[in-house]
């Protein structure tokens, strides 16, 4: 069947076909919504920019097919062929892909977010920046996969083959993992907290620098991994496999280890407080004595700069016990990786270079902060106050920005993509040189902002609230 006569058809209001050849048809931008091509033939068609949203494509083969930027949320995709495929930044939400087969398919950027990819093959595909936050991958297979810095935040991966796939800087937060095999994955500064592996396979896995507190690893195989750097805070290790497990440096405060296997593994400098041990007992080794005078003066005491010096440990110290106050504090370069800082108040501070990758700052007071060239990729700022802050050279990239107040700030160059920014207030920002690419602006305040050589597109302006900017893009 000829593209046009699909067409002409769809639009005579007729949904279904069956068993149609659509090889090198092209389609880009169609309004398909609610199609059937059960059954069919797509190889190398062009659907780029279609909506195919509702369609149902149960056992179609879309060898090769061009379906960047399409949008096929809701739909049926079950037992479909799709290799080679194109779905750069497609839009797959809610998108039943159960038991389909996506060999060597470009899906950067892609929206999984919600889809159903219970028995899918996923092998040799390009994965960098997609999202599959709340997404079932029961028993996918992803093996080898590179999924560095994707994001599974809270994905159900029971029983997923994630055997030597590569999660560097990948978000698992409160993913369900029980029984999932990561053997040999590579899992290095990804944050897992809160997730459930429960008799998962970690053998051999390297988790240097990685996330893990209060991370559910009950009876899970742990044996000769790199946990390394970890931090493992409030972890449930009951019964886990640690042997060979090399746990030097790692963060084992108020985790549980009770009857699990640790022969032969390596704790150098670990830290244990309040952990519980494999026989029962409670181990808090001797801390350094910590002069509080000291720490205070560290911080109150104004440097030559104006700002107080502290360092990122006496800053979380002092947070855990309930103290919120922090202003001009100095935290230049501090490594703050997935810290829980929600509502602090860091007014005047400084923290330029500060490692802020995915830390809860919720709601927190940053008015004339100083985050130039820090890195808050994937980090909580929904609601805080940064007003009239300097994030110039910022790496925001899916951060999360709602109702954020940025009134008169500096984002100068800074990367916002794939950030959320519904209904922040970006009133008079200096916003020249900054990426949006895929970025929410919905309900965004942008009056009076310098947008010179923005990428931001029409489509993003027009979402916004007001659409009154200084100069023309």
């Not at 979380?316 to 230049?332: H, I, N, Y």
């Amino acid at each position: 069947m000829e593209a046009k006569e699909l067409l002409q058809w769809y639009a005579a209001d007729r949904r279904k076909f069956e068993g149609i050849e659509l090889n090198k048809a092209n389609l880009p931008d169609s309004h398909l919504q609610g199609i059937a091509l059960i059954r069919s033939s797509l190889h190398n068609a062009n659907l780029s920019g279609a909506n195919l949203s509702e369609s149902d494509l149960y056992k179609s083969d879309l060898y090769r097919a061009n379906l960047n930027n399409a949008m096929l949320s809701q739909a049926r995709v079950r037992r479909a062929k799709l290799r080679e495929v194109q779905l750069v930044e497609a839009d797959l939400r809610y998108v039943d892909f159960t038991g389909s087969f996506l060999i060597s398919a470009n899906l950067t950027g892609a929206n999984f977010s919600h889809a159903i990819l219970t028995t899918t093959f996923l092998s040799h595909c390009s994965l960098r920046e997609t999202n599959f936050s709340h997404a079932d991958l029961y028993k996918a297979n992803l093996r080898n996969s590179d999924l560095s810095g994707v994001n599974l935040q809270e994905a159900v991966l029971k029983r997923t083959n994630l055997m030597e796939a590569d999660l560097y800087e990948a978000n698992l937060v409160r993913a369900m993992g029980t029984e999932a095999n990561l053997k040999g994955a590579k899992v290095g500064h990804a944050n897992l907290a809160g997730a459930d592996f429960n008799q998962a396979n970690l053998a051999e896995a390297s988790l240097t620098y990685a996330n893990l507190a209060n991370c559910n690893l009950r009876g899970a195989n742990l044996s000769d991994a790199d946990l390394s750097m970890a931090c493992l805070r409030g972890a449930n290790l009951t019964g886990a496999n640690l042997e060979g497990a090399n746990l030097n440096d790692a963060d084992l405060a108020n985790a549980i280890l009770t009857k699990a296997k640790l022969a032969r593994a390596s704790s150098e400098g670990a830290k244990f407080r309040e952990t519980v041990m494999p026989d029962g007992s409670v181990r808090s080794d001797e801390a350094i004595p910590v002069d509080r005078d000291r720490l205070r003066m560290a911080i109150d005491k104004p440097a030559e700069s104006g700002w107080q010096r502290a360092s990122a440990e006496e800053v979380l110290e002092r947070f855990a016990t309930g103290e919120r106050d922090f202003p001009q504090v100095s935290l230049r370069r501090a490594l703050l990786y997935g810290a829980y800082l929600r509502c602090i108040n860091l007014d005047r501070a400084d923290l330029r270079e500060a490692y802020l990758r995915q830390a809860n700052l919720y709601g927190a007071n940053l008015h004339a902060a100083n985050l130039s060239a820090a890195s808050a990729i994937g980090s909580d700022l929904s609601e805080a106050n940064l007003s009239a802050a300097n994030l110039r050279g910022c790496d925001c990239r899916g951060a999360d920005l709602r109702r954020a107040v940025l009134v008169g700030s500096s984002l100068q160059g800074a990367n916002l993509s794939q950030a959320q920014l519904q209904g922040a207030d970006l009133r008079d920002c200096n916003l020249q040189e900054a990426n949006f690419a895929g970025a929410n602006l919905a309900g965004a305040d942008l009056s009076g902002c310098n947008l010179r050589r923005t990428n931001i597109t029409r489509e993003q302006l027009e979402s916004t609230i007001r659409t009154k900017v200084a100069p023309s893009i």
